[in-house]
């Protein structure tokens, strides 16, 4: 989603910030295993009979964490263009996933929310995510745990001011 130079974020951060135990090499495994566990359990979530597609699931991900967003807000969130959502948005609609209400101060603005079909689709991805995450906290212990934790926040942190 965002398109970093990481030659100079990198060299920038390995200056000021170097965590010293780490080499570049070893940052870079690092993140190349975060995508690669991402996308390992993303597909094994995706893998339940209800036939939603990846885009649909990251849709109810996004109702669930940004509830009655516009559309357009939620297109922007996700990186989709309008149209693409679009097609999302009715297809869930349609099979009882989501809901749509009326802005009070805008009628013509279209509120998007879960739907207690979809709320029960995403918290049941979760609990199996959660099932998968307490298995490898587990086997890392707890200084792992609290580190990894630690990581993220940076991370979120990091990437929240890439856009200013």
Same mark, same amino acid.
């Given at each position: ?42 597909? *094994? !979530? ?6 939603? =597609? ?5 849709? +109810?991900? $996004?109702? #669930? ?48 929310? *879960? !739907? ?6 995403? =918290? ?5 995510? +959660?099932? $998968?995450? #307490? ?30």
């Amino acid at each position: 989603m965002y398109a970093l130079d990481y030659t100079t974020e990198c060299a920038e951060i390995a200056i000021v910030n170097n965590p010293i135990f780490l080499t570049d090499q070893e940052l870079l495994k690092g993140i190349a295993l975060l995508r690669e566990n991402a996308r390992i359990l993303e597909e *094994l !979530s995706n893998a339940q009979p209800n036939q939603l =597609t990846p885009q649909d699931h990251a849709l +109810l991900r $996004t109702l #669930y964490l940004f509830p009655n967003y516009r559309a357009q807000e939620i297109a922007s969130r996700m990186c989709l263009s309008k149209q693409s959502l679009s097609r999302s948005i009715k297809n869930l609609e349609l099979r009882g996933y989501i809901e749509t209400r009326s802005d009070p101060e805008d009628r013509r603005v279209k509120r998007l929310l *879960l !739907s207690t079909k979809g709320l029960q689709s995403y =918290t049941t991805r979760q609990k199996y995510a +959660l099932k $998968t995450f #307490y298995r490898a906290y587990q086997h890392a212990g707890i200084t792992a745990v609290e580190g990894f934790n630690h990581v993220q926040h940076a991370l979120a942190a990091a990437l929240e001011r890439v856009g200013e």
